[in-house]
């Protein structure tokens, strides 16, 4: 049983890591999972107040991951249309056109959020590139976190 609870976790780290770049794929999730089958294991690797801190460190990235595009979009100077426009773009784009959309969509419901609300459209690129300057700094947070999870993992074998 440690020996297929050792290769799911090592699947799941490697996949992990993959889904923190490829936006289909939850990547601290799935690296956290990996941290988690290995406390089933005859030999527990890790304390459960260690898996808990973890947990909590994952559910906040993957809220945040959500966040940092609008983020990014204010910080760009984008209004409150803007800000939403990122939100409905990133809906759109992670139902209607996955798993490009996840990426795509913020940046284009920026833009044209910025458009509805008065901005010319060249005006509109500013904040628009604050999303994906957003989703690119919560991509780099999701590598961090999974590459850290990863190396507990692989030093706890």
Do not use: C, H, R
Not at 26 to 35: A, E, K, N, T, V
Not at 99 to 127: C, D, Q, R, T, Y
């Amino acid at each position: 049983m440690d020996i297929a609870l050792l290769v799911v976790g090592i699947i799941l780290i490697i996949l992990g890591i993959i889904g923190s770049i490829v936006p289909i794929l939850p990547g601290p999730p799935m690296s956290f999972f990996g941290l988690l089958l290995q406390q089933f294991k005859s030999e527990k690797a890790f304390t459960w107040q260690f898996i808990i801190i973890f947990g909590i460190i994952t559910l906040v990235i993957v809220v945040v991951d959500y966040l940092i595009p609008a983020l990014g979009t204010k910080k760009f100077g984008g209004s409150k249309y803007g800000i939403i426009g990122t939100f409905v773009g990133l809906f759109i784009g992670v139902f209607f056109f996955p798993p490009f959309g996840l990426i795509l969509g913020p940046i284009v419901g920026a833009w044209l959020g910025e458009v509805i609300s008065g901005k010319n459209a060249k005006k509109a690129i500013k904040p628009a590139l604050g999303s994906f300057v957003g989703f690119m700094l919560s991509t780099v947070l999701k590598l961090i976190l999974s590459g850290i999870m990863a190396y507990y993992f692989f030093a706890n074998i």
